[in-house]
């Protein structure tokens, strides 16, 4: 095994996967994507560990793939499965984080991407931008959509609550 790859996959597989579960909406799709952005990124390590943070290649490769498999049947995300998914909890927190997830899941790939990346990940505009190979007015106008379309959906949901 290449030298530093093994540390590299234990201290951020974590977080891959995390991101991918965001992105994809299915467990089972996710570890198959982080499986293949970390085989992708092992077979290039020489060169993507004298990168000064290897992280945002190996982010690329799994975001290209998460599109990728939206594209490759012409899908719509898949939805969690009730055992995949977070169990209910009556903390109002817990609640609401599971709907902005349910919400997310309903955003087409890229703009989930900018989303998960962006806000979840903590990445800058210009890192995100990077990362997904995209103009960073097109994170910006991504990212503005996703949150209007996230806000509108909780409005909605929270009406609905209010009213049952």
Known sequence: MEPGFAEFV?????????????????RHAA?????????????HWGRVSAMETPEPYVRRILANLAVDHF???NRRPVRLLDHDGVAPDHSPDVDEHDAVIRVLRELP?????????????????????????????????QAAR???????AMASQEQEERTA
């Open 109 to 141: 790939p890229r703009m989930r991407a900018v989303l998960v990346l962006r806000y979840f990940d903590d990445l800058t505009e210009a890192q995100v931008a990077e990362v997904l190979g995209i103009a960073v007015g097109t994170v910006k106008s």
């Open 31 to 43: 570890e198959d994507l982080v499986q293949s952005a970390l085989e992708r990124t092992y077979r």
């Open 146 to 152: 996703g949150l209007a379309k996230l806000r509108e």
């Open 10 to 26: 234990a201290s951020r597989a974590a977080a891959l996967f995390r991101t991918a579960v965001l992105i994809v909406g299915d």
């Open 71 to 73: 594209r490759a049947v």
